[in-house]
């Protein structure tokens, strides 16, 4: 039998996960708003008043706005500190806050917003009927088609995408060229496959003058790009084949897939640098590859549900990842953990 405290800290721990949708709810709101874009202009602590007046809250609403700032303080969002010269609460910008900067090199606003949109939200309500009935994912439960499907015939939400996929890339290239240039050494010519409008191999033809991109997508996607002297576009299909190259390269593409489809996939990569001996280079989740790290742990859990809410995708662990492998035919891969969450994981013929 239970004790009464035991109950209670149970029931605490049931209220919290009921209520955490506010968290990220109040952040999208702090996005929506340029709340952390406001502070970083005043260019220092920032009190309340001033914060109300450059986001135009109106004073009847000062207090709502406080106690929102005081959620996202707690969060870590923000600080609050005090001023000498006031009696108000005023705030800094954390290390958080300052992913969330619109002009940011590293800004996750964007990505931030397509995740939390109310097209990407609205699927979860319907996870008990998608468990039990026919259709491929929650979002077509919802939505009756499929995200890319719904994302085409709507430039509100393919562009949200866009600019999303844009923001990593340019977060992924950083952090790359910073600490994983060995990766790319020797490396002159590299495909992307699925690399959208670009903004991937944009990133890394800068951080990598010596090599040569060459970006594969749907020939809807790419139409109309321009390209560059060492970059250019074209349009095909990773299912059928890949041109030839050094390297493959793929950033947050298997995830998209099943099994089948990714052993196709790794079999046409294989195929596209096998007169060069080259590798394959991909950016994923290993799941579960930092079991003493509860909040890493957590947040890749989430993010597999995410995966399989909106396109019956899925993150995988080393051993489903090297299944994979094996099964396209390759001979051995080296994970890198490079990239926060996420890993950099070379494929070798």
Known sequence: MTSPN?????????????????????????????????????GGPMPLSRLSAALSVPPAKSDALRR???LLVHSKFFEK?????????????????????????????????????????????EMGEWLRDGRASMFETEHGSSFWEYAEGSGRLDGLFNEGMASDAGCVAGVLGRD????????????????????????????????????LDLPRVVEGLEGSEKLRFVGGDMIESIPQADAVFLKWVLHDW??????????????????????????????????????????????????????NGKERNEKEWAKLFFAAGFGNYKITPVLGLRSIIEVFP
């Not at 340029?34 to 202009?41: E, L």
């Open 6 to 42: 035991h109950d209670l800290t149970s029931q605490a721990h049931v209220w919290n996960h009921l209520f955490s949708y506010i968290n990220s709810m109040s952040l999208k709101c702090a996005i929506q708003l340029g709340i952390p874009d406001a502070i970083d202009a005043h």
């Open 68 to 70: 929102l700032m005081r």
């Open 81 to 125: 500190v005090s001023v000498s010269d006031s009696n108000e609460d005023a705030y800094v910008l954390t290390g958080a806050s300052c992913l969330l900067l619109r002009r940011g090199a590293m800004s996750m606003a964007p990505f931030a917003l397509v995740v939390l949109d109310r097209v990407s939200v609205d699927p979860w309500h």
């Open 180 to 215: 994983g240039r060995r990766v790319f050494e020797g490396v002159g010519t590299v495909v992307d496959v699925g690399g959208g409008i670009g903004a991937t191999a944009r990133g890394f033809a800068a951080e990598f003058p010596g090599s040569e991109w060459v970006v």
């Open 258 to 311: 099943s099994d089948e489809d990714c052993v196709k996939i790794l079999k046409n990569c294989k195929e596209a640098i096998s007169t060069k001996g080259g590798k394959v280079i991909l950016v994923e989740l290993v799941v579960e590859d930092r079991e003493e790290d509860d909040k890493a742990t957590e947040t890749q859990l989430l993010f597999d549900l995410k995966m399989m809410a909106v396109i």
